[in-house]
């Protein structure tokens, strides 16, 4: 909250304290209304509807990588009404399994500071090619800022994780990784991040932007089987149109090196945008696909990556259901020096339409219908996502 007992009343500030309590995204509804009292005093007054505070759920989820996945999940999204939220999740399907748990406080020690941590251990098939282990945990802490201005903030954590691969499709399949005869193996990173995050609401904006940049370096002192250091920034912009139209657009590059070559770098680490694959969505084209490839054809994820997207939204019930045009583009590189971002010839092209719904206790589901228009076999290719693009 902004506004402050004993402050001179400013409508601003009232605009800026709702704006603030709703990306909390604890509450449906934050109505403002105040009250002039005989002395000239006002008395600020906030209607709030607040959202469920404990979930669980139960259900399946569908995607190219990891197939058919049951989901059994009990989360605390605003656990003993400090905003500190506490999850257990257990997924398990024929291509993946895990298992994970979190908690994090946003208001540490009465500042405005806060601290994260999570734990797991998972399981996966990488598409038919192997298996790949992980397991790990993370610490990270924040601080809201005031300069330049009080949207921004700055995360700084560590995190140690062991990877294997094993369980290769046949003697040919990525030599490189049966190499380490399913060693686990591990990776010892710190990692920052400065966020800034002017939007006027979590889930479907309508107006604001977020910036981030990400930088994490593994290996060095801090020890481990990999040396590396990655960044990575995003820029999303959301920009009101007409009636309720709003158009967001968002880009996100990537790079990741090490003075070990391709050996310093864990082939989890690279990039491999496509479909909705959280390194970058493209849709059109299947998960996690386009990235260079080796003799064999086989996607070998890059060290390099570039992604845009465009989507024109619109609601059909207000924060619940929104249909959308989008068009997506982008490409992965072997080496950072190799990404052309004006290139149209090497970025891979789409465009399509879909919807999201705001399920309760569960979040915003999607599904899209895009057309890769560089494909090998070029036509409309559906996906299904947990989340929105931006």
């Not at 406080?105 to 998972?122: A, H, K, M, R, V």
């Not at 691969?165 to 049966?178: H, I, K, R, V």
């Not at 158009?247 to 990537?254: E, F, I, P, Q, R």
């Amino acid at each position: 909250m902004f506004s402050r007992p004993g402050q001179i009343f400013r409508r601003s500030l009232l605009e800026r304290s709702v704006r603030n309590v709703m990306l909390l995204n604890y509450f449906e509804s934050a109505i403002p209304d105040f009250e002039i009292l005989p002395n000239g005093d006002v008395d600020l007054i906030m209607e709030m509807k607040e959202k469920p505070t404990g979930q669980f759920n139960a259900g399946a989820g569908y995607s190219g990588q990891d197939g058919l996945v049951g989901t059994v999940s009990l989360g605390m999204p605003n656990f003993r009404g400090n905003g500190q939220n506490l999850s257990l999740a257990v997924e398990f399907g024929a291509r993946r399994n895990s298992v994970s748990i979190s908690f994090s406080e946003p208001w540490l020690f009465g500042t405005p500071t806060s601290f994260s941590t999570n734990i797991y251990n998972l399981n996966r098939r990488w598409y038919e090619d192997f298996w790949e282990g992980r397991r790990g945990g993370s610490i990270r802490f924040g601080r809201r800022l005031r300069w330049p201005d009080d949207y921004f903030r700055i995360y700084g954590g560590y995190r140690i994780e062991d990877v294997r691969y094993y369980d290769f499709a046949d003697s040919t399949s990525y030599p490189d990784l049966q190499e380490l005869d399913e060693d686990w193996l591990r990776t010892s990173s710190i990692n920052t991040s400065i966020v800034r995050d002017s939007r006027d609401l979590p889930l479907f904006p309508t107006s604001g932007m977020v910036a981030r940049y990400t930088a994490e370096y593994a290996g060095g002192p801090l020890g481990g089987h990999y040396e590396f250091h990655k960044h990575t920034f995003e820029y999303s912009q959301f920009i009101p149109l007409f009636w309720k139209f709003v158009l967001a657009g968002k880009v996100k590059v990537g790079v990741v090196d090490s003075p070990d070559g391709d050996d310093g770098v864990p082939f989890t680490e690279r990039f491999s945008p496509g479909g909705t694959d959280p390194d970058g969505t493209i849709r059109g084209y299947d998960d996690g696909r386009v990235t260079p490839r080796n003799s064999l054809g086989q996607s070998i994820r890059g060290r390099a990556m570039l992604v845009y997207n465009a989507e024109l939204q619109v609601p059909i019930v207000q924060q619940q259901i929104y249909a959308l045009l989008f068009a997506d583009a982008g490409n992965s590189w072997l080496a950072g020096y190799q990404v052309s971002p004006f290139n149209k010839d090497e970025l891979y092209k789409s465009y399509g339409a879909g919807f999201r719904i705001v399920v309760p206790g569960v979040g915003v589901i999607g599904f899209d219908f895009g057309y890769g228009i560089n494909a090998d076999d070029p036509g409309w290719k559906p996906h299904f996502q947990v989340g929105t693009t931006f």
